[in-house]
């Protein structure tokens, strides 16, 4: 049986973190054999064509450290700014050649050097040229006879944003390229995110000891004194995933005292932290490029009172009902699905819904015919989906996504119901016969729970054994509030 970091000492665990890897070298968990087998697997779905991929631009909006763009790092383990790479694909095996920006001798004394041309070859196993050479290099094989299928990799950061990409510098590049030769360029995200989906073994250790790392980052919250504002426990938590070998936060950490709680990606974490307030705490760490994603939600005087204690039930209810339908073979949908149905009842019975199928006439634009769920007065509460996948970038793809959409060995994805109740998300609902008999029904309840939010997360990986949670941080009320009676009186140092 693994062992929990519970059990481990910081000395020992700091001793099994692994230090970053230099920039151009193979990470040491993630064999360099590896990536070429991506890139193989890549030109395998593809046919005889080229892909051109950008990564990451050197940061021009702060001094910042540069971060890879999760795809391009997937394919070439090189995580230096301002590089391209250019595959091509013969008989369903991959040729690769990178591009890479040479760094000012002077400017390398701030930065650093980039290592160039003959260590990437040499380290990496791929062909390196200056990008200065890329133009042409992509010129010539489009002039071919006949031209090949391209395929191009656009360098946005988050796939959330794809949408946003109009001006980064891949995609003027490869609109140029276009246009010169007459080509039809097709995007090859949707076949690089299938090969994302599935999780090496190699990967699954590193998204482990993010979780786990993650989940002493929220114990140490909840050992930590009673804070007087938001900011202390982002402080604790961060520090914790610094000290235990997180390279950075995941995301931007959410710390939502009361009212800020009901705010789904609330991240100024700046605003007192009141006695009685329950704190949402979404925060958790990337290590060695993987991101884990937890959220607890504790009490700022070490204790829920007995309406804090039912919605929290409830969501942790509904978490467990997600988790026993999360199983290898099983389907996403019953996953979620089950977890609405216990939320759903629950928030009946405490005066929140006229029943678990009444209706409101929503604030945004849905289709209440596809998806009667969103249109219901119990999932106004709830608001947002179950999880997502995680992995290179906090919302990975998963292979639930396709096919049968069901629960396969090498998933990593997060289960996280919530539930959030406040008058001002009454008062966002337009005046309509629907909507005032749903506000008449709840104002008691409203009043009684108002600003309560409640959000419960954590991570999980699928192995050969099943399904195992990875982020082990104490989520009952008991464990949260036996492990906040020990908390410390004192800031440390």
Request: charged share 25%; proline share 6%; net charge positive.
């Amino acid at each position: 049986m693994r062992s929990s970091l519970r059990s481990v000492s910081i000395v020992a665990l700091s001793a099994l973190a692994v230090s970053p890897a230099s920039a151009g070298r193979a990470r040491a968990q993630i064999p360099q054999a590896e990536y070429a087998a991506r890139r193989d697997s890549l030109a395998a779905r593809i046919g005889d064509a080229v892909v051109v991929a950008f990564g990451g631009r050197t940061p021009v909006t702060d001094f910042g450290p540069f971060y890879q763009i999760p795809a391009f790092h997937y394919l070439t383990n090189f995580d230096e700014p301002d590089a391209a790479m250019v595959m091509v694909a013969r008989g369903g095996k991959a040729t690769t050649t990178f591009f890479l920006s040479p760094i000012d001798p002077r400017t390398a004394f701030y930065y650093g050097r980039r290592p160039d041309s003959a260590s990437v070859e040499r380290t990496l196993g791929v062909k390196a040229r200056p990008f200065s050479a890329l133009g042409t290099f992509v010129d010539s094989l489009a002039s071919l006879t006949p031209a090949p299928t391209f395929y191009t990799l656009a360098d946005f950061g988050d796939a959330d944003f794809a949408r946003q990409d109009s001006l980064t510098r891949g995609q003027s590049f490869m609109k140029t390229i276009a246009a010169k030769h007459r080509l039809t360029v097709k995007d090859a995200h949707e076949i690089v995110d299938q090969l994302r989906a599935k999780k090496s073994p190699a990967e699954l250790a590193l998204l482990r000891k993010a979780g786990e790392i993650s989940a002493e980052g929220h114990r140490a919250a909840m050992l930590a004194p009673e804070p007087a504002h938001e900011y202390e426990l982002q402080a604790v938590v961060e520090y914790t995933f610094a000290r235990l070998g997180g390279e950075r936060p995941a995301y931007g950490s959410i710390v939502g005292a009361g009212a800020n709680g009901t705010q789904l990606h609330y991240m100024k974490d700046r605003a007192p932290a009141k006695p009685g307030d329950l704190v949402v705490i979404d925060a958790a760490t990337q290590y060695e490029g993987y991101a884990a994603d937890v959220t607890r939600t504790i009490p700022v005087s070490g204790t829920y009172t007995a309406d804090q204690k039912k919605l929290y039930q409830l969501v942790r209810d509904a978490q467990a009902a997600a988790e026993r339908n999360s199983k290898p073979g099983m389907s996403a949908k019953a996953a979620s699905d089950s977890s609405i149905a216990v939320r759903a009842k629950g928030l009946v019975a405490l005066g929140l819904a006229e029943s678990e199928t009444a209706t409101f006439d929503p604030p945004w634009k849905v289709n209440c015919t596809a998806t009667p769920v969103a249109c219901t007065q119990t999932y106004f509460w709830m608001i947002h989906g179950l999880g997502h996948g995680i992995g290179l970038a906090v919302h990975d793809p998963a292979q639930y996504y396709y096919g049968d959409k069901t629960f396969k060995e090498g998933d990593a994805f997060t289960i996280e119901p919530g539930i959030y109740v406040s008058q001002a998300m009454l008062d966002a609902l337009a005046d309509t016969p629907r909507n005032r008999a749903f506000k008449a029904k709840v104002k008691d309840a409203v009043a009684r729970y108002q600003n309560t939010g409640v959000r419960i997360e954590d991570s999980y990986i699928i192995t050969d054994k099943g399904l195992e949670r990875v982020s082990n941080a104490p989520r009952e009320i008991d464990e949260i509030e036996t492990v906040m009676k020990k908390r410390s009186t004192k800031v440390v140092p």
